[in-house]
T-cell receptor, first 110, second 117 residues
Framework: SQKIEQNSEALNIQEGKTATLTCNYT??????LQWYRQDPGRGPVFLLL?????KEKRKERLKVTFDTTLKQSLFHITASQPADSATYLC?????????FGSGTKLNVKP | GAVVSQHPSRVICKSGTSVKIECRSL??????MFWYRQFPKQSLMLMAT?????????EQGVEKDKFLINHASLTLSTLTVTSAHPEDSSFYIC?????????????FGEGSRLTVL
């Protein structure tokens, strides 16, 4: 099965800086990879999807890269704001299922 | 975007009782819904894939007789935790794939916090 690895340690950054979160998968190259935001006690909210034939995808202050050679995706938030503080999950889609990482908690300090 | 509604958001029950959680797609039809379980600071663990009009597909290690899933219509799937025990206390989240454009994103419900006393 697929194993998704995200840094379990919280990422603390200063407002205005760029946050970079990492997602690594161990086995099969997914058809696509997604990033979600989850706030405490809430369900995840979809942010971005990137397909295996795409190297980069942008949406406003968000940028996702996908390197199938490294089996890694990077998620960037530029000009970060305290409101960006949340847990960010990556998910890969293989064999009609979604596999989630455990998420990385981002703390943006004012 | 598409909306998935989950109910109840919180439920407390006594050990040995059964609890039903509903998951509805409000503005789109969902032939497939997914049920996840999440422990604090851990990942979403896929429990089962719910298919409209057919039996659910359970992940390895998930007891199908304990976690009953029914997907009777294109907008409703239910998860019933039977004979609940304290170790079943968790955050249960449903999701559906779809909406307009079929972008591949999952739409999640708000989750249901189950506490078994």
């Amino acid at each position: 099965s697929q194993k998704i690895e995200q840094n379990s340690e919280a990422l603390n950054i200063q407002e205005g800086k760029t946050a970079t979160l990492t997602c690594n998968y161990t086995n099969y190259s997914p058809a696509y990879l997604q990033w979600y935001r989850q706030d405490p006690g809430r369900g995840p909210v979809f942010l971005l999807l990137i397909r295996e034939n795409e190297k980069e995808k942008r949406k406003e202050r968000l940028k996702v890269t996908f390197d199938t050679t490294l089996k890694q995706s990077l998620f960037h938030i530029t000009a970060s704001q305290p409101a960006d503080s949340a847990t960010y999950l990556c998910a890969v889609y293989n064999f009609n299922k979604f596999y989630f990482g455990s998420g990385t908690k981002l703390n943006v300090k004012p | 975007g598409a909306v998935v509604s989950q109910h109840p958001s919180r439920v407390i029950c006594k050990s040995g009782t059964s609890v039903k959680i509903e998951c509805r797609s409000l503005d789109f039809q969902a032939t497939t819904m997914f049920w996840y379980r999440q422990f604090p600071k851990q990942s979403l663990m896929l429990m089962a894939t719910s298919n409209e009009g057919s039996k659910a597909t359970y992940e390895q290690g998930v007891e199908k007789d304990k976690f009953l899933i029914n997907h009777a219509s294109l907008t409703l799937s239910t998860l019933t935790v039977t004979s609940a025990h304290p170790e079943d206390s968790s955050f249960y989240i449903c999701s559906a794939e779809g909406g307009t454009g079929n972008t591949g994103e999952l739409f999640f419900g708000e989750g249901s916090r189950l506490t078994v006393l």
